[in-house]
């Protein structure tokens, strides 16, 4: 499996909602990021996990939350976000912080 | 400052025709150049990581190159299909941290006209 599968494709989700996006790997790969990318920009790094702890946060708002409960899955829950989060979200894993990242093809994001 | 910057923003090709993209670079002890092709809606699709000046990396119609201070993706005899947008990028430390995660340029539009 040389995949990252990121579910859903597609959220609509209110100001008010909660909800999480979910990101799985079978490469055995030990960092794992978040990216969030508005149209016609480059992504922009949010977090990354290596060897499932926290390793970086480029001062995200706190109404993203990262999570990541084992070496193959990466969570970001969302709270209370703003139209201005409306974005492709991107995870992507490497097998280690150096190396080529592994993009999977993201979760498209609109806040109403 | 840590910066990489790519040109041009936006190319139009015709089928056949060949050209380069740059991806300009200032990073403070270089641990590679990363080349990605993105379509629209889609993921990043690693394509090169070049370590060393002078390293050249080729795939298909693609090559890339790496100086002390660029990199170059030469297109040859583009098709269509090649229509996608190029993404550089490199590993840059993060000042609080002094760990180094990819921060991409703004990427290259391609587009290659039949």
Known sequence: ?112 | EDQVTQSPEALRLQEGESSSLNCSYTVSGLRGLFWYRQDPGKGPEFLFTLYSAGEEKEKERLKATLTKKESFLHITAPKPEDSATYLCAVQMERRDTGRRALTFGSGTRLQVQP
């Open chain 1, 1 to 112: 499996d040389t995949e990252v599968t990121q579910t859903p494709k597609h959220l609509v989700m209110g100001m008010t909602n909660k909800k999480s996006l979910k990101c799985e790997q079978h490469m055995g790969h030990r960092a794992m990021y978040w990216y969030k990318q508005k149209a016609k920009k480059p992504p922009e790094l949010m977090f990354v996990y290596s060897y499932e702890k926290l390793s970086i946060n480029e001062s995200v708002p706190s109404r993203f939350s990262p999570e990541c409960p084992n070496s193959s899955l990466l969570n970001l829950h969302l709270h209370a976000l703003q139209p201005e989060d409306s974005a492709l979200y991107l995870c992507a894993s490497s097998q280690d912080q150096l190396s080529s990242y592994t993009f999977g093809s993201g979760t498209r994001l609109t806040v109403v």
